[in-house]
């Protein structure tokens, strides 16, 4: 009796799902921001045997949720080719009314976190109307709003810290154990946020309308996208994020400063960068902003651990965005060819 040959198999081989398995890794945006992190933690864990403790990467993390969660709202904007200049005048503005209110008792902490966030809202309502009604450039209209924010804060606070807050409004900011490490309940809280929004930018209607709005807003239209919604809707959503992370800032210093944050802008568009968010819009994950951000609190980490001065850190920062967004407008003009 003869033999039947088995039929060939469908499967690919071992080694050629994984060599596919990587190029799917490779090609992944958050892939490069990662790589870049874990190079730069085994880097500076060499230079400072501080550095890999677990006290010293949970102040990593903690000195990353607010930027990080105002990072998140950036993203979201720059996804739509814009971008915000405002977020942490914004932000600044948010901690200052909240802090006020609980402080003086005019309203119950709750309502008055409420109302903090709520503020935010409307500078991201505002903001988003002037692109999208007005046509006017998002740099344009952030830029101004960034001055009304600030001046609102200084001129809200009379230029005072606020102290003696309730804990409602600090509690964030408390710790809890994990192994040997202490946690604060914001960094869950920050982590809890990105990973809600990655499934809703890569699972949702709603996040495959945003890439397509960043993408082509005219082809988005013309395929029954209500882009001009969207687009406010978008921009009001950032202004909450900058709340809740107004509320971060007030839990992590536990009080109301007016000049807290108010450069945190240019930390949170540059974590947003190196975690492979193209400026150009269309192209990125929220996962690799958390990395961009952890990357910036990293360097700094590290650098101060090394001894160096607070503006060659500034330095090395700005290197890193320029290379970031060379590497991206590289890849771009390789994805036309």
């Known amino acids: 009796m ?8 469908a499967t690919p081989p071992t080694a050629a799902r994984a060599a596919r398995a990587r190029l799917g890794f490779l090609s992944h945006p958050t892939a490069g921001p990662l790589v870049a992190l874990l190079v730069a933690c085994l880097f500076f864990s060499f230079q400072s045997e501080q550095f890999l403790s677990g006290g010293n990467l949970s102040l990593v993390v903690q000195q990353v949720m607010v930027v990080g969660t105002l990072a998140l709202g950036q993203t979201l904007i720059i996804l739509t080719a814009g971008i915000d200049l405002s977020c942490g005048a914004v932000m600044a503005f948010g901690t200052i009314v ?3 209110l609980a402080a003086e008792g005019t309203l119950p902490p709750l309502v008055a976190i409420a109302a903090g966030i709520g503020v935010c809202a409307l500078f991201g309502l505002a903001n988003g109307a002037l692109v999208t009604f007005v046509k006017l450039p998002p740099f344009i209209v952030t830029l101004g709003m960034l001055n009304v924010a600030f001046a609102l804060t200084h001129i809200y606070s009379d230029e005072q810290t606020i ?3 309730p804990g409602l409004l600090t509690g964030l900011g408390e710790t809890f154990p994990l192994g040997r490490t202490d946690i604060t309940y914001g960094s869950v809280l ?6 809600c929004f990655a499934y809703l930018l890569g699972r949702t209607a709603w996040g495959k309308h945003t890439y ?4 082509s807003p005219e082809v988005a239209r013309l395929t029954g996208i209500r882009t001009t919604r969207l687009q406010l809707g978008i921009y009001t959503l950032a202004g909450v994020i900058y709340g809740v992370a107004a509320l971060l800032l007030v839990s992590r210093t536990g009080v109301g400063d007016p000049k807290a944050g108010q450069t945190d802008n240019l930390d949170a568009i540059t974590a947003v960068v190196l975690g492979g968010t193209s400026l150009f819009g269309g192209r990125g994950a929220v996962l690799g902003t958390l990395v961009g951000a952890l990357i910036v609190g990293v360097f700094r980490n590290g650098l101060q651990l090394m001894g160096v001065g607070s503006i060659y850190q500034t330095l090395i920062t700005g290197g890193l965005v320029i290379l970031a967004v060379t590497v991206d407008q590289f890849s771009r003009r390789k994805a036309r060819r």
């Open 2 to 9: 003869t033999a039947t040959a088995a039929p060939p198999t």
């Open 98 to 100: 909240m802090a006020k």
């Open 163 to 165: 102290t003696e807050l």
């Open 190 to 195: 920050t982590i809890a946020l990105f990973l």
């Open 212 to 215: 397509a709005l960043g993408n």
